[in-house]
């Protein structure tokens, strides 16, 4: 068992509460890892737990305007200290989560997030509409987390999430219809600067961010020369990420005080204590969780299990 070392400055083992919404737990998992936290239903036979047990929330993959095909394979790529993605954004669409995934996530109990990504950013204001109303009087739905990582169409494909003046555009239209959920932005760590992203988030209305992202990578296959993603360069992911998600989130809390979702390598209680440690308000498990579903549960009964050191 593990003792929480004393100078943790609160209890994490404690609910959170971020804007309007109370959260149960700190231990997540993170959007893209988990399917749309439904894949774990049949996990477990009875008596043997969940995955879904003691979870703070889940973070539902990215969900978009309409429905997206993702790339073409392959779309995960294991590296000696991490794992190399490219999904794109593969999911139902908006009207098909709504009317049957939200449903089924809301049958489950389970507290959720869900991730939302657009191509412009007016849309991100159109997408928190349309899911505050088809999901109004879904009581576990804590929150939604905006994936600012994504193309901007309209501004030639950049990321909106490098520009802060366009991290706070999306986070303001999505923030006017969603006043009753927790709204987290998701930040891109490969920028100069992540806390001024974080300012603007807060300027546009979010009650926190998320970070980090997956740094860009690529691999090469040695005997074609050729890039191992069909798209050349993906989403670096898993245990290589730990120091530099915990860099960034210590960066935006000395520099900003904004409560910080940490993601990025966690796999551990050791790990989230790291994060605690730097100021983080709760964390999500992502790659870990693709190699043993019960990974988020895991930490979360190691954390409810372990006793604080007296101070
Ligand atoms: C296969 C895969 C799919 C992902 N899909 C999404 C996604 O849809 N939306 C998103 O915001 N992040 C997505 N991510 C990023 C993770 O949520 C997380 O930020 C990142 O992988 C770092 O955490 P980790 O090292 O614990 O995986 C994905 C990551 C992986 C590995």
Request: proline letters at 8%; a neutral charge; hydrophobic letters at 45%.
């Amino acid at each position: 068992m593990t003792t929480l070392p004393s100078w943790l400055a609160f209890d994490p083992r404690g609910p959170l509460r971020l804007g309007p919404r109370v959260f149960p737990g700190r231990i997540w998992t993170a959007s893209g890892c988990f399917g749309y936290g439904l894949d774990g239903a049949d996990l477990g036979a009875p008596g043997c737990g969940s995955p879904f047990d003691g979870l703070g929330a889940v973070v539902t993959k990215t969900v978009t305007p309409e429905a997206r095909c993702g790339n073409p394979p392959p779309r995960l790529w294991e590296t000696a200290h991490g794992a190399l993605n490219s999904i794109g954004l593969e999911n139902v669409g908006l009207s098909r989560f709504a009317d049957e995934v939200v449903p089924a996530l809301e049958a489950r109990g389970v507290p959720f997030v869900i991730s939302l990504a657009a191509t412009r950013p007016e849309e991100f204001g159109n997408l928190a509409r349309r899911l505050a109303a088809a999901a109004d009087g879904a009581v576990h739905w804590h929150g939604v987390e905006l994936n600012l990582s994504c193309p901007n169409v309209a501004e030639g494909g950049v990321d909106f999430g490098r520009d802060p003046a366009t991290v706070e555009r999306c986070v303001a239209a999505a923030r006017e219809h969603l006043p009753a959920r927790a709204l987290l932005a998701k930040l891109t760590p490969n920028v100069g600067s992540i806390a001024r992203l974080a300012t603007a988030a807060a300027r546009g209305g979010a009650d926190g961010v998320t970070a980090i992202n997956t740094l860009i990578g690529m691999d090469v296959d040695l005997s074609t020369g050729a890039p191992v993603l069909p798209r050349r360069r993906g989403g670096y992911s898993g245990p290589a990420l730990l120091p530099v998600a915990l860099a960034r989130v210590d960066e935006i809390v000395q520099e900003t005080g904004l409560p910080v979702v940490g993601v990025g390598g966690i796999a551990t209680l050791e790990d989230v204590l790291k994060f605690f440690a730097v100021g983080a308000v709760a964390v999500q498990i992502g790659t870990a969780q693709m190699s043993d579903p019960f990974a988020a549960a895991a930490v979360a009964a190691a954390l409810a299990a372990a006793e604080r050191q007296a101070r």
